[in-house]
């Protein structure tokens, strides 16, 4: 039976409707918790998060899928609790954002410990929730290249989304030769695979979109919305016509169905200031209103945000 | 004995500790063993094994036990002051952390281009409010005020980042008071040396893993002694290179040295370990098996009260501004 894992319980893959595929209620580097600098109230936390959800949901949206991995500030109750209150599906995933996210116990770990990890997070549940993950998320550290930790942790991804059928997504799609070796090695049929920041600013010159399209991978446009012409943009980000011009020039290349975009921004973030002004949101507001102007038809749209999306979630026969 | 001590119900007059335990851990998890799949964190349970342990050690006469972990390896303080109320036993708990494989990204590689690891100034301040304004319940409050500062160096070698650590903490204890647990890496005298040069006095320094095979071979108890630093013999009860009648030669040698003043005794010993090897030490080992071969080896009984009331009490004393 054809499912995906959201955080309230398996759902169709028809219920998902328009999918936001890298976005994250709250994240926060590993430690960033015991800075006070940084704490919320639950107050505070839901009165940023709950207008955005429900905003999305009134946009249109459906499912909103969260790229916090484990050591983040992933938090499975709380992720109940909107998603409840909102009516927005919700994936957890498992995994984590990068090697530089893995905490001593996991950056200890054997690949074969890490992919118990991740096949019980997806199928029995995260941290004593019924919550299962939807996907998994791995990542390169800092300095754009992998390093040992971050390969362990791909292997064990790959092994587990073959166990579990669930989907990888990536924090960068740099160096992404040592990935497509580690998947090649595994058996692992690269529409499983979404190389996430693919568009981001610091990226360019370091992706080799040509491998990853070439071997059947996913690429993800998820960071719109962080764009330099924002009064305090991150280091990350990127002018926004350059990056919608470079996606552009991938659907009009005939790669739309290997295209996924998403916003990877915070409702509220947990260890670190986030970025006034982006939301998901950004994606109906800005986004999907820049395609239509430059000629892209409702139907590759839809490809872009429901079919493709569902396509990647779906588990299952 | 002048002076008072942060524990986590409060402070009290350093003469009231008794016997203390400096370098011993309650609730002791890798970081990020929290988030394993198979390991179950069952409080009750926890506090239930805990309870017996301390429970134990005041009944071999233990009227006081460090938490000296910091603030990153399982330290739980509402758990903590239960313990205390329930059993009776001093709990002072610490901040700090290291070595640099226990610490969060966030200190490691920020969300900063390029991704350069805290200095010592940021890290002096987060933990000196951990003790003028209490130390945290991640996200959620602060509590009481840590009663130590622990920090430790990798043992290949102290890093870069361990080295703005040694010298954060070393800024926190002298704004504070609060004296420094230094666990050293691969050379007990250049580490100490460390946080010296950061102008903490000596006095206010406790040096951990003096009881390590190389650590005696190369004469670092002595040598961290007569700079003025107390001499923590740590590992008592732990099988390894060093045996507990090595130790108490080592202990007994540096009393007949005239460093009577600057050693105390300790195990650490882990209450109840999670993602991590449990020490296989009870905190009443110390007083149930060592003293008597101190007494072998020669220390007389009121040379064995000062390492395990006086000098814990002089080095936990906060020392006023």
């Known amino acids: ?317 | 004995m002048n002076g008072t001590v942060h524990t986590v119900l409060g402070d009290i007059p350093a003469d009231r500790l008794g016997v203390v335990a400096v370098h011993e851990a309650l609730l002791s998890v890798a970081p990020g063993a929290q988030y394993a799949y198979d390991i179950p964190f069952d409080r009750a349970e926890i506090f239930a094994a805990l309870a017996a342990k301390l429970r134990a050690f005041a009944a071999a006469g233990g009227g006081a036990i460090v938490d000296a972990t910091g603030m990153f390896h399982g330290r739980d303080l509402p758990l903590y002051e239960a313990l205390s109320r329930a059993t009776g036993v001093h709990i002072v708990a610490s901040t700090g952390q290291g070595p640099e494989d226990e610490l969060g990204g966030y200190f490691l590689t920020p969300q900063t281009n390029p991704p350069t690891p805290w200095p010592a100034e940021r890290f002096a301040e987060l933990y000196a409010r951990e003790v003028s304004e209490g130390m945290v319940v991640p996200r959620v409050e602060r509590r009481g005020a840590a009663g130590l500062i622990a920090t430790g160096a990798t043992r290949a070698g102290m890093t870069a980042t361990e080295e703005s650590q040694f010298r954060g903490c070393a800024r926190a204890a002298a704004i504070t008071g609060v004296a420094l647990s230094i666990r050293y890496g691969a050379d007990a005298r250049h580490d100490l040396g460390v946080v010296l040069d950061a102008a903490l006095p000596a006095e206010r320094i406790v040096v951990g893993g003096l009881d390590r095979a190389d650590a005696i071979a190369a004469g670092a108890p002595a040598a961290v002694a007569e700079a003025g630093a107390y001499v923590a013999i740590d590992h008592i009860g732990q099988a390894g290179e060093v045996d507990d009648a090595t130790r108490a030669a080592l202990v007994a040698g540096l009393i007949a040295a005239g460093h009577g003043d600057r050693v105390i005794l300790s195990s650490s010993a882990t209450g109840v370990a999670k993602g991590l090897p449990d020490a296989g030490v009870a905190y009443t080992h110390v007083l149930e098996a060592f003293m008597p071969l101190l007494r072998d080896a020669g220390v007389p009984d009121d040379g064995i009260h000062r390492l395990l009331v006086d000098n814990p009490a002089r080095l936990l004393a906060v020392k006023e501004g």
């Open chain 1, 1 to 317: 039976m054809p499912r995906v894992n959201t955080v309230r319980g398996a759902i169709a893959p028809e219920e998902l409707g328009f999918v936001a595929v890298h976005e994250h209620i709250g994240y926060g580097m590993p430690g960033s918790e015991l800075d006070t600098q940084w704490w919320k109230s639950p107050e505070q936390r839901y009165e940023e998060t709950v207008p955005k959800l429900r905003l999305f949901h009134e946009n249109g949206g459906g499912t909103f899928v969260d790229a916090t991995g484990i050591c983040n500030g992933r938090d499975i109750p709380y992720y109940q609790s909107l998603s409840e209150k909102t009516g927005v599906h919700i994936v957890a995933c498992t995994g984590f954002v990068g090697g530089d996210t893995a905490l001593k116990f996991f950056a200890e770990a054997s690949v074969d410990y890490l992919r118990r990890q991740f096949v019980h997070e997806i199928t029995v549940g995260i941290q004593g929730s019924a919550a299962k993950a939807g996907i998994i998320k791995v990542g390169v550290s800092r300095g754009f290249r992998m390093k040992e930790l971050d390969l362990r942790i791909y292997r064990a991804a790959a092994q587990a989304s073959l166990e579990t059928g669930v989907p990888i997504f990536t924090h960068l799609a740099v160096d992404v030769e040592p990935a497509l070796t580690i998947f090649a090695e595994e058996g692992l049929p690269l529409d499983r695979v979404l190389f996430g920041h693919a568009d981001d600013g610091v990226s360019q010159g370091k992706v080799n979109q040509q491998a990853i399209l070439a071997a059947g991978g996913r690429l993800g446009f998820d960071t719109f919305g962080y764009d330099l012409e924002l009064p305090d943009p991150p280091f990350w980000g990127r002018h926004r016509d350059e990056r919608l011009e470079h996606f552009l020039s991938l659907v009009r290349a005939g790669h739309v169905d290997q295209l996924l975009a998403s916003a990877d921004a915070n409702c509220s973030p947990l260890g670190w200031p986030g970025v006034k002004g982006h939301t998901v949101n950004y994606l109906f507001e800005q986004l999907i209103p820049a395609l239509r102007d430059a000629g892209v038809d409702d139907a590759t749209i839809h490809r872009i945000f429901v079919t493709n999306p569902a396509g990647f979630l779906t588990i299952g026969d």
